[in-house]
């Protein structure tokens, strides 16, 4: 059997010595070289032995099992490595670099020059002093950075300046791992007051470990802006301390323990509650108030209050002054600069503009289709009425989807009504809808090419809590039935919403220079124009500047940041159509194709029509439809009126979805209609039958006193009328005027009238009542009964010839 090839040791190699548990760095094992030399890697003296290379190599066998053994250890185990280095972001840091590798440099280039200084002894001594001699500096550096260069790596990284840990309080590591590499807090000293003479001359309070307890209160309350109850515990400790610089201190402002009766339970301690203030810039305490609570309770010699309990008299020590800088000068080398930043912007204003950036948008996005961001704002333009340009209607809401990937505007909606459900669902619709078919209806003319979106994210939707995205039946609704989830930003959190922000401000910007009605941002300050009075463009205007300005935003490059490395060696500007279009062909898109039906089943909102012979009635307007036709248009009975569920297209009133026996159909105006709304929207239409009720409502109460006039007059003229009336009976001597009919058709010889027949029955008066009551007449005996006869036959024979005729 052939024997083990023994591994030979490298130079920097790092080994673990098993008994201690020390590692070691082999820093000289040149072929030929009966021995191996290695360093101890920590530690501020330099530790090297020296071992026979056969001995070491036995000892770092795999296969020795004894205690004294070395196992060599990966490159990433050493904390010297590159990965495991602290940044040196400094240029003071880097100049020293460069210098302690020119100083060190002769030493380590010379091989024979090198082996002699690792023996140690007087040759070493004599090496390094001529090099520090040349160098002009003191043996003790060189020594350092020998040391530093055989531990660290042997390299040039080994021999870095530490520069930028100089001065600072909390040192950080050298290195991440190690013994000795961790955090120190250094702590000065003070014996009088540190910088330049005041130009005050009292004596100023010198920096104890007491009075930095003291500011460190101070700072919590400068940090958290709740101004509490304004007392500081004082220890016995930190009283003595205290007096050493002060010895009249009072200590008013720390609270005294009250004597109580033996055995009796201490008294509970009351929680002190906040004032309820907003804690505003203008609540929050300062330095100046701070400096001067701190002087109160360290320098405090004599108080005086009167019988209220207000102080009335004050009188403070001459020494031991406490200034603003002081304070500041501990909050800003105590403080970490993030707590610093919060605290100078605001928790809100942090947040936006003062976080640091750990990520970018298209850290997570493959392709496009992967995620849509979809918002609403309120355009800064007025739009007039399209059927009265006289009209003011108000600011448009504009709805925009992008997606995250190519920042293609994949769709947009512009719509009257506030942020709702009905702009979103319209939006998705915008979506799925070809581009080419959906500019030619504002007359712009483009390919399908042009702007190739007609597709749905499979990964959903991503917005910011607006109430028209939290819409959760809604939503459940969409994804139920296309399958598009919705995700929402985190209350505070304005991730990936700059990206559609900043889209509401690029966009417009290309229209707004030639718009007229443009709403600047002195707005709402008092003499600033009425911007409402300059508006000239109707929604449709509106929409055809919209379109193009898109157009444009879709060919015009992103920026000089993020360009894809294939697209710019292949000749591809980096416009959003153009990651569009080759991100379909060489990343994994995530798209789905959903018909204008589906979506408009899943999104157009529900409400309720009337049947009616002219249709089905839906606010002010008739529909119709075969279905319609067929069951709601003849509905009589007892469900004659019961109302019918519809689903509306939310912009134009021209269109609803019916439900059918089979499937839902959709239904169109009908001709039964005095009116119609033409290619107005249907806030325009709502506007429009809102004015028309204003209208009427208005003329009927300006008619009223018309009302008035002949209602009284009317009244007047019928009593007049009735005092002649009576006033002419009286004359004539008759009590009613039926007695003068009476007496008329005597005088005619008339027996009286001719009697009814079929459903033509008369009724009869009291008269023919009280006529009952007499004496019956034999009519049968009266002479002209046969021609009565006749005449009654007569009329009804014609009568059913006029009822057979029609």
């Known amino acids: 059997m052939p024997a083990r090839v023994q591994r030979l040791p490298v130079l920097r190699e790092l080994y673990r010595e098993e008994s201690s548990g020390k590692l070691y760095r082999v820093v000289h094992a040149e072929n030929g070289s009966p021995e191996v030399v290695l360093c101890y890697i920590f530690g501020s003296r330099l530790v090297l032995r020296f071992i026979s290379l056969?001995?070491?190599?036995?000892?770092?066998?795999?296969?020795?099992?004894?205690?004294?053994?070395?196992?060599?250890?990966?490159?990433?185990?050493?904390?010297?490595?590159?990965?495991?280095?602290?940044?040196?972001?400094?240029?003071?840091?880097?100049?020293?670099?460069?210098?302690?590798?020119?100083?060190?440099?002769?030493?380590?280039?010379?091989?024979?020059?090198?082996?002699?200084?690792?023996?140690?002894?007087?040759?070493?001594?004599?090496?390094?002093?001529?090099?520090?001699?040349?160098c002009g500096v003191t043996i003790q550096r060189i020594r350092k950075l020998f040391r530093e260069y055989l531990q660290r790596g042997m390299n040039e990284a080994?021999?870095?300046?530490?520069?930028?840990?100089?001065?600072?309080?909390?040192?950080?590591?050298?290195?991440?791992?190690?013994?000795?590499?961790?955090?120190?807090?250094?702590?000065?000293?003070?014996?009088?007051?540190?910088?330049?003479k005041p130009s005050d001359e009292r004596a100023h309070a010198a920096r104890t470990d007491a009075l930095e307890r003291l500011f460190e209160q101070c700072v919590d309350i400068y940090l958290t802006s709740k101004v509490g109850p304004w007392t500081l515990e004082v220890s016995d400790e930190q009283r003595e301390e205290i007096r050493k610089f002060a010895k009249a201190a009072r200590f008013p402002s720390t609270r005294k323990p009250r004597c109580r009766p033996k055995g009796s339970s201490p008294p509970k301690r009351k929680r002190w509650h906040s004032p309820g203030r907003r804690g505003g810039p203008r609540t929050r305490v300062t330095w100046q108030d701070l400096t001067d609570y701190l002087n109160y309770v360290c320098r405090c010699t004599h108080e005086v209050r009167d019988g209220t309990g207000q102080i009335v008299d004050l009188e403070l020590a001459p020494f031991g002054l406490i200034t603003p800088r002081q304070l500041t000068n501990y909050y800003q080398t105590r403080v970490p600069p993030e707590a610093r930043k919060r605290r100078l912007m605001g928790e809100r204003q942090y947040l936006r503009q003062g976080r640091p950036i750990k990520g970018h948008a298209l850290q997570h996005s493959l392709g496009p289709g992967q995620e849509y961001l979809i918002d609403a704002t309120i355009a800064d333009?007025?739009?007039?009425?399209?059927?009265?340009?006289?009209?003011?209607?108000?600011?448009?809401?504009?709805?925009?989807?992008?997606d995250v990937w190519s920042r293609m505007i994949v769709g947009f909606y512009v719509t009257f009504d506030p942020p709702s459900f009905e702009g979103v669902a319209l939006m998705l619709e915008n979506i799925a809808t070809p581009k080419d078919e959906f500019c030619a209806r504002f007359g712009i003319k483009i390919e399908w090419k042009d702007w190739p979106c007609e597709y749905l994210p499979k990964s959903g939707f991503f917005a910011d809590r607006g109430n028209d995205f939290m819409k959760t039946a809604a939503w459940q609704s969409v994804n139920r039935v296309l399958g598009i989830p919705i995700s929402n930003a985190k209350a505070g959190?304005?991730?990936?919403?700059?990206?559609?922000?900043?889209?509401?401000?690029?966009?417009?910007?290309?229209?707004?220079?030639?718009?007229?009605?443009?709403?600047?941002?002195?707005a709402t300050t008092?003499?600033?124009?009425?911007?409402?009075?300059?508006?000239?463009?109707?929604?449709?205007?509106?929409?055809?500047?919209?379109?193009?300005?898109?157009?444009?935003?879709?060919?015009?490059?992103i920026g000089r940041k993020g360009?894809?490395?294939?697209?710019?060696?292949a000749g591809f500007a980096d416009t959003p159509l153009n990651r569009w279009n080759w991100g379909l062909d060489n990343r994994t898109?995530?798209?789905?194709?959903?018909?204008?039906?589906?979506?408009?089943?899943?999104?157009?909102?529900?409400?309720?029509?009337?049947?009616?012979?002219?249709?089905?009635?839906?606010?002010?307007?008739?529909?119709?439809?075969?279905?319609?036709?067929?069951?709601?248009?003849?509905?009589?009975?007892?469900?004659?009126?019961?109302?019918?569920?519809?689903?509306?297209?939310?912009?134009?009133?021209?269109?609803?979805?019916?439900?059918?026996?089979?499937?839902?159909?959709?239904?169109q105006l009908a001709g039964s209609n005095k009116v119609t709304p033409d290619e107005g929207t249907l806030m325009e239409w709502e506007v429009v039958r809102t004015m028309d009720r204003?209208?009427?409502?208005?003329?009927?109460?300006a008619l009223q006193p018309q009302r008035i006039m002949d209602l009284l007059n009317n009244s007047e003229e019928s009593r007049a009328a009735k005092r002649d009336q009576k006033e002419a009976l009286r004359q004539s001597g008759i009590a009613h005027p039926r007695q003068a009919r009476h007496r008329g058709s005597a005088a005619s010889g008339q027996s009286g009238p001719a009697q009814p027949f079929g459903n033509f029955q008369q009724g009869r008066s009291r008269d023919d009542k009280r006529s009952d009551e007499e004496p019956a007449v034999d009519h049968d005996s009266r002479p002209d009964r046969d021609a009565e006869d006749s005449i009654a036959a007569r009329m009804s024979k014609n009568i059913r010839n006029i009822i057979d005729g029609a």
């Open 493 to 522: 959190d304005p991730t990936l919403r700059a990206l559609i922000e900043r889209r509401f401000g690029i966009v417009p910007a290309y229209f707004q220079r030639a718009t007229f009605g443009v709403v600047e941002a002195d």
């Open 694 to 701: 204003h209208n009427a409502r208005k003329d009927h109460q």
């Open 54 to 134: 056969t001995v070491f190599c036995v000892l770092s066998a795999r296969e020795y099992a004894g205690e004294d053994g070395f196992t060599r250890l990966k490159q990433e185990r050493d904390p010297y490595s590159v990965l495991q280095r602290s940044v040196r972001g400094t240029a003071g840091s880097d100049r020293q670099s460069t210098v302690n590798w020119q100083r060190i440099f002769p030493l380590v280039s010379d091989p024979r020059l090198f082996y002699r200084a690792l023996r140690g002894g007087s040759g070493r001594t004599r090496i390094l002093q001529e090099i520090a001699d040349d």
């Open 158 to 196: 080994a021999v870095a300046s530490e520069l930028w840990r100089c001065g600072r309080r909390v040192q950080p590591p050298r290195y991440q791992l190690g013994e000795d590499a961790g955090i120190t807090v250094v702590s000065r000293q003070f014996k009088k007051r540190p910088g330049r």
């Open 381 to 402: 333009v007025y739009l007039v009425l399209s059927y009265d340009r006289t009209v003011v209607v108000g600011r448009p809401t504009v709805y925009l989807a992008m």
């Open 526 to 557: 008092r003499g600033a124009p009425h911007y409402a009075w300059d508006a000239t463009h109707t929604m449709s205007e509106f929409t055809r500047k919209l379109i193009r300005a898109v157009l444009r935003h879709n060919r015009t490059p």
């Open 589 to 667: 898109g995530s798209l789905w194709k959903h018909s204008l039906d589906e979506i408009r089943r899943a999104t157009w909102p529900v409400e309720s029509a009337t049947p009616s012979k002219q249709g089905l009635h839906w606010r002010g307007l008739y529909f119709t439809s075969p279905h319609i036709q067929s069951k709601h248009v003849h509905m009589f009975g007892k469900h004659a009126k019961d109302a019918v569920q519809i689903q509306f297209n939310p912009n134009s009133p021209s269109q609803i979805l019916v439900p059918g026996d089979l499937h839902w159909e959709y239904a």
């Open 563 to 569: 360009a894809i490395i294939e697209m710019a060696t």
